[in-house]
């Protein structure tokens, strides 16, 4: 009996000590995300590791406002109808104080929608679509790369190597054919003699000869890619074995950071060699301590290289916890006030969101990047050709072309 009751005390002891944690309820943080077809589930998993990463190093140093962080996932499928039902949810019945790690604009357009009527904070993870910033809801924070950056940089890029005749392949999403549209007019002000068109390309199929055939007759000099995977890996297998490109005449260039993805080569093998690539993430950027410590975590955890996505998805979760911080409150006008007037110290070195309308609206708009081509297969990013590093001019002389 006496055992019993020591045991007894011994038990309540650790209960009263660890009672304050116990009784400390998590803030709520809410993910919708692609875990599932036919969306980009490649891409949900990378938010979804950037996400978990950064709320696990918060929670190791004690979380935020004396309260651990959960993040709540809603599985979206890349399907707009979806996205809106998972944020109603999470908003509703979950009770979040707030969304971050949307990845496809067609869903994001959607779900602001809802965060908007409830006045919820919403932090754009991956949605590229200028349409998103302007609505110019003041809940909509947006950490993520646009469209008008990617296709005013493509544009340019097309002009400097002097090319005649440009076809771009856009996947059916707002991302797509965004983009897609957007380069052909920017490149009518910096290059109007470029010959260019670009077809739209269901991103649930899984055959494009149609669309590639014609090209093996009159090849052009550039196919731009403004597709995300699975699809854009099939387009690419599938220019390769028709002899379109990469050719000595015809290159491929992405403007949706494919090699970015851990699958790539995978899926792409010889078809991704000679790949020119815009890109948000190169480890010759300069990095924060912090995203070189989530880096090396991403490492331990999975075995592969981080890029852009992981750090895209811990910056949107960290905009939300330095928000909580700033106003010292989980309310929702509260937080987006603070997240609209403080600085933001973010992973990737963001200072503050322009405030003008449009596409620019609480947006980062000086985001780094760089232009890379792949030459060689299996090749990490690190060892990439940088054609054009952060801050300096497109060298069209560093492009390798195959020999036929």
Excluded at 6 to 24: D, E, I, Y
Excluded at 135 to 159: D, K
Excluded at 257 to 270: H, I, M, R, S, T
């Amino acid at each position: 009996m006496l055992r019993s009751l020591r045991f007894a005390a011994g038990v309540l002891g650790s209960v009263l000590l660890l009672s304050p944690a116990l009784a400390a309820d998590p803030i709520l943080i809410g993910v919708s995300l692609t875990q599932s077809p036919p969306g980009s589930v490649v891409q949900g998993t990378q938010v979804k590791d950037g996400m978990e990463i950064l709320k696990d190093m918060v929670n190791a140093k004690g979380g935020v406002l004396g309260r651990p962080i959960k993040l709540l996932y809603e599985d979206n499928q890349g399907i707009p109808e979806k996205g809106r039902a998972a944020t109603e949810k999470l908003i509703t019945s979950d009770k979040v104080v707030a969304l971050a790690g949307g990845h496809q604009s067609s869903v994001c357009l959607a779900e602001i929608e809802v965060a908007h009527r409830y006045k919820v904070p919403y932090v754009n993870t991956n949605c590229w679509s200028d349409d998103v910033r302007k609505r110019g809801y003041p809940e909509v924070f947006n950490t993520s790369p646009y469209n008008t950056l990617v296709s005013s940089t493509m544009a340019q890029t097309l002009a400097t190597m002097k090319v005649k005749r440009v076809v771009a392949f856009a996947e059916n999403t707002d991302y797509g054919i965004g983009q897609a549209k957007l380069t052909g007019e920017m490149l009518k002000q910096v290059a109007p003699g470029i010959e260019y068109k670009y077809e739209t390309l269901d991103r649930a199929s899984k055959d494009f000869t149609a669309a590639v055939l014609p090209l093996r007759s009159n090849p052009p000099d550039v196919i731009v890619m403004s597709m995300l995977p699975p699809a854009a890996y099939l387009v690419m297998n599938q220019v390769y074995e028709q002899g379109v490109a990469p050719s000595a005449k015809t290159l491929l260039y992405d403007g949706g950071g494919l090699a970015d993805y851990p699958d790539f080569w995978q899926n792409v093998k010889e078809s991704g060699k000679y790949l020119l690539s815009f890109a948000l993430y190169h480890p010759q950027m300069k990095q924060t301590q912090l995203a070189t410590d989530i880096a090396a975590e991403y490492k331990k955890r999975t075995g592969s290289d981080i890029n852009r996505l992981v750090l895209q998805a811990a910056d949107s979760l960290q905009l939300v916890i330095q928000g909580l911080q700033t106003a010292k409150s989980t309310d929702h006008d509260k937080l987006v006030q603070a997240m609209q007037t403080m600085k933001f110290d973010s992973i990737r070195g963001i200072s503050n969101f322009s405030t003008k309308p449009g596409y620019s609206f609480q947006q980062w708009l000086d985001i780094p990047f760089v232009n890379y081509e792949l030459t060689a297969e299996k090749q990490p990013v690190g060892q990439t050709t940088l054609i054009q590093a952060p801050g300096q001019k497109f060298d069209p002389a560093r492009i390798v072309r195959p020999a036929k």
